[in-house]
C-alpha cells in the first residue's frame, strides 16, 4: 500500500514573514511541491498568522489540485475558514495560540462531545475529518466514537526514540494503527518524521493512509539543494 505524502508549507510562510514581502512566493511553492511528485499540501493557520496566513488557505485552494490538507485548533474562526476553503481534509489538532508546535494529541473521551459536533459540520460539508492523537489505544477507541474518518498519529515520541537508538516504540504505534483499522478508521500520521527515520516507521506501521512533513523536508531540501545552488552562484562570479 502506497502512503501519501502531504508537504506542510508553514515554514515556507515563515521564512516569507521574516521579510515581509513575498518572497518565498508560497503559491509558487505549492505548486512546485505537487509537480515535483507531493501527494498533497498540509497547512497549519494559527490565529496569530505568525505561519501560514488566513488569506493564504484561500489563495491556495485554486492551486491544490492534489489533497489539500488545512489543520489546527477547531476555534470559530478556523471552522469557518475550512467551510470557505473546502479542502479534501481538516485535521483537528489541540495546540494553544502559544505554542510553538503541536505538542500532544486530542484526549478523545474528555473531548468527544465537542469534537463529535464540530466533526459532524465538515462531515456535512463534504470534507474528510481527521484528528491528532497520540499513540493511545484508549485515545483511538475514544476517537472512534466521535465519528471521525482518520486519526494522525503524533509522531514525536518515535522520531525522539529512534534518534537514540531506541527503535522499539514504533511497535506502540502499529498497535494503534492496527486497532484504528480494525476500527475502521483511516491512518495518517506526522511530524518530526524525516528522511533518516520515515522508511523504518512505513515498514513498522501497517495501513498508513499518509504523512504529513514540515520542518525536516525544508531542512533536508535546503541540504540536498545547496550544493547545487552554491554552484549556480560561482558560475555567474567567474
Ligand atoms: N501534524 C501536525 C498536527 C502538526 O502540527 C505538524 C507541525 O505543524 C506536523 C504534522 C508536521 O510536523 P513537522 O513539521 O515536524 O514535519
Known amino acids: 500500500m502506497k502512503t501519501k505524502l502531504s508537504v506542510n508549507i508553514n515554514k515556507i510562510a515563515t ?33 496569530d498568522e505568525r505561519h501560514i496566513r488566513y488569506a493564504d488557505a484561500l489563495a491556495l485552494r485554486p492551486v491544490v489540485h492534489k489533497e489539500f490538507n488545512i489543520e489546527g485548533n477547531p476555534i470559530d474562526k478556523f471552522i469557518d475558514l475550512v467551510l470557505r476553503v473546502k479542502p479534501e481534509q481538516v485535521t483537528l ?14 484526549d478523545t473521551w474528555q473531548h468527544q462531545n465537542f469534537l463529535k459536533e464540530i466533526i459532524k459540520v465538515f462531515k456535512n460539508a463534504g470534507i474528510r475529518t481527521s484528528i491528532f492523537v497520540d499513540p493511545d489505544l484508549k485515545m483511538i477507541e475514544g ?20 534518534a537514540k537508538g531506541n ?12 486497532l ?25 506501521v501497517p495501513h498508513l493512509d499518509e504523512v504529513s512533513i514540515g520542518h525536516a523536508l525544508v531542512v533536508e531540501s535546503l541540504i540536498y539543494g545547496m550544493e547545487n545552488v552554491i554552484r549556480m552562484y560561482q558560475q555567474k562570479l567567474q
Open 180 to 204: 484504528a483499522h480494525q476500527l475502521g478508521l483511516g491512518i495518517n500520521a506526522g511530524h518530526d518524521l524525516n528522511l533518516q527515520n520515515i522508511a523504518y516507521f512505513k515498514e513498522k
Open 167 to 178: 527503535k522499539s516504540v514504533v511497535d506502540q504505534f502499529a498497535k494503534a494503527a492496527d
Open 143 to 162: 476517537a472512534v466514537k466521535t465519528g471521525i474518518d482518520r486519526i494522525e498519529l503524533y509522531t514525536e515520541s518515535y522520531a525522539a526514540e529512534y
Open 15 to 47: 521564512l516569507r514573514n521574516a521579510r515581509g514581502g513575498n518572497y518565498p512566493d508560497v503559491i509558487e511553492f505549492a505548486k512546485r511541491a505537487q509537480d515535483y511528485g507531493a501527494d498533497g499540501i498540509t497547512i497549519h493557520p494559527r490565529p
Open 93 to 106: 489538532v489541540p495546540d494553544d495560540p502559544n505554542q510553538l508546535t503541536s505538542d500532544h494529541g486530542w
